[in-house]
């Protein structure tokens, strides 16, 4: 068999980009191949503080992220599931607590307690203010989790919220106490019920379009920092809030300055324009780190990137078979990430990291013969399967390179789609689209069950659009079973039964790759997090 050599990936995705370089249920965001940033807009003032130098990064109380897409002022608490959305979010507001792989960490909770694994109560914290200095009681959170559980706001949490069983029922017991009851005893109670960021009842109580409204940027919050300024697709300037329960932050503005191109936000960090960027290995191996004062730092997310097969299309097994069989991840990791330092490779849909992860599945090791002897064993000859990847995403483009490659060794013709990420989501969505085969990623929990909205049948995110009762009633089993042996027997059993439907292809696990000038500090303290990069900006410091 031929190989596909790390200088070809590069030199393909080279003659793809030109001189330029680089949305999951955590969308994802990716640079583009358009100018470094969007044409000048108008500013939209959301405070009365003026902005100064929004867009610099060398200002000496600004830290200036380098972001590779627009927030956008839909951005809100009950719908937003993009990274930079739920950044934007994490920087305005607070949630009850984050559930993390190393315990709780409490933000506006500060306890809980359970007599029967069915109800959970919270104690809140009562010394927090909304940045418009109104006090956050508990009628801020009962209200923030009845919007999520209504299935016309369309939130991102519903399914963490609402089962077939029943709905979690949130009550009041007095201003800093509420109670959650779950309609039946679940291991996953804690998790589920984490990370959905609490928004003011005095400002959203008479909304009814998360998406469309005057109040979204317009940042009455209790977190760390304020939005004040933005001008589409150029920046959003936050400002600290002096509210701010664990007091002032010490870094008095942050930028997200936003960068739709990787070669202008790599010469933006190295010039000291922007303090920090998400890169890939092939771009940190262009900076000269010592020399422009930066350091890196290198985190798992738990992220899965992969490859969906659209099963209305492509509804014979053997064909989704032989079309794994024909690939060959590990070229495709070392073209996309450079060493496996930056990843893991997985062979279920949970990471390699999780506790209920298991390789006692089907590895669809590359076997060219065996895809050609059940494509022929499918009476399918001639195939041409449309590809669609995020075109601006150089993992995508070596992934979807590749693919093209090895499908063409067995017979097959891969047409490739490089499409908009917004515009690739849209057409995932749509089960009666023209696409074979699409690639994307994602990033869930913790527990296996916050992956359901991937795979059970009609699931909001199960972009394969299949119909499988075996896989919705073991999603169903592990939920409600809190034996963990049994748990993990079950979740074996899963991960099994998805990879023989043979629709779904998982690539990799790679880590996120922070650069940073070293005069921001507090990077530890502030904890590099899935998805929105710090837990808590407020630890950020600039030194000197």
Known sequence: MKKFSLVLAMAMMTSLFGACGAKDPVVENTT?????????????????ETTGNAGKGDAEDTFTYAISDDPGESTNVITSSSRWDLSTIKLIYSPLYMYNADGINWFLATGYSTEDDLTYVFKLRDDVKWSDGEAFTADDVVFTYTEMEKKENLGWAYSQLVYDKGTVEVKKIDDYTVSFTFPFKTPTALEMLSQ??????????????YEHNQYNLNSIGTGPYQAVEYVPGS????????????????????????IENSDTALLALQSGEVDAYQAIPSEVEKLNLEANNLRTYSYSEG??????????????????????????????????????????????????????????????AQ??????????????????IKVSYTGSDP????????????????????????????ALSAKKKDPNNDIGIYTGGYIMGIDPDTFSSLFESGAAYNYMHYNEPKIDELFAQGRSENDKEKRKEIYD????????????????????????????????????????????????????
Do not use: C, W
């Not at 583009?32 to 009365?48: C, I, Q, R």
């Not at 960021?197 to 909304?207: A, S």
């Not at 993992?395 to 917004?422: F, H, M, R």
């Open 32 to 48: 583009t191949t358009e100018s470094a940033v969007k044409p000048e807009a108008e500013s939209k003032t959301l405070d009365t």
């Open 196 to 209: 959905i960021f609490i928004m003011p009842k005095h400002i959203y109580e008479n909304v009814t379009d």
């Open 235 to 258: 920046y959003v300037k936050f400002k600290r809030n002096e509210h701010y329960f664990k007091g002032v932050p010490a870094i008095k503005n942050i930028v997200f300055r936003i």
């Open 303 to 364: 992220r899965i990137g992969y490859f969906m097969i659209n099963t209305k299309n492509i509804p014979d097994v053997r064909v989704r078979k032989a079309i794994f069989y024909a690939l060959n991840k590990d070229e495709m990791n070392i073209a996309s990430y450079l060493s496996d330092e930056f990843y893991l490779t997985p062979y279920t849909f949970l990471p390699p990291t999780s506790s209920f992860y298991t390789e006692n599945v089907e590895k669809y």
């Open 367 to 384: 076997d060219q013969e065996k895809a050609k002897a059940l494509l022929k064993e499918a009476g399918v000859s001639n195939l041409t």
């Open 395 to 422: 993992a995508q483009t070596a992934q979807a390179l590749l693919l093209q490659q090895q499908l063409g060794e067995v017979g097959i013709n891969a047409e490739l789609d490089a499409a908009d990420s917004s």
């Open 493 to 544: 059993k899963l991960q099994a039964e998805i990879q023989d439907i043979a629709a779904f292809y998982p690539i990799t696990s790679n880590n996120k790759i922070l650069v940073v000038n070293k005069r921001i500090e507090g990077i530890e303290d502030a904890k590099l997090v899935p998805v929105y990069t710090f837990e808590d900006t407020y630890y950020l410091k600039i030194a000197g």
